[in-house]
């Protein structure tokens, strides 16, 4: 995902067909700086009407203390620290 800030590459580490994926790398490095981070969280998914069951994809989502990153499939990043939005950015997806 290339953001107008950031370059993000996620990668997935579970099984291509596996609903919720608890594995996943964010790797997020600075146009301006160059400087990366790198987190682990897993695949976000709405649930199905039975509550239980994840059905739609929506994203992935990574902690780093009480940061939390959300990228959307829709190529939206966002960095939020106790409900305070520090980034919200719009990219496109790019297959490498």
């Known amino acids: 995902l ?11 580490h579970c099984a ?9 790398t964010y790797v997020g490095t600075s146009r301006k700086t ?11 998914h709405s649930m199905c009407a039975d509550g239980i069951t994840p059905c739609r994809f929506q ?11 959300r990228v959307l499939d829709d190529g939206s990043l ?3 620290q106790q409900n305070r939005t520090l980034l919200e950015e719009r990219g496109s997806w790019k297959d490498h």
């Open 78 to 80: 966002s960095v939020l």
């Open 34 to 44: 160059g400087k990366s981070i790198t987190l682990h969280g897993n695949t976000k």
């Open 59 to 69: 994203g992935y989502e990574f902690w780093n203390g009480k940061t939390y990153y």
């Open 16 to 24: 291509e067909g596996i609903g919720t994926c608890k594995n996943v």
């Open 2 to 12: 290339t953001t107008p800030s950031f370059i993000v590459r996620i990668k997935v």
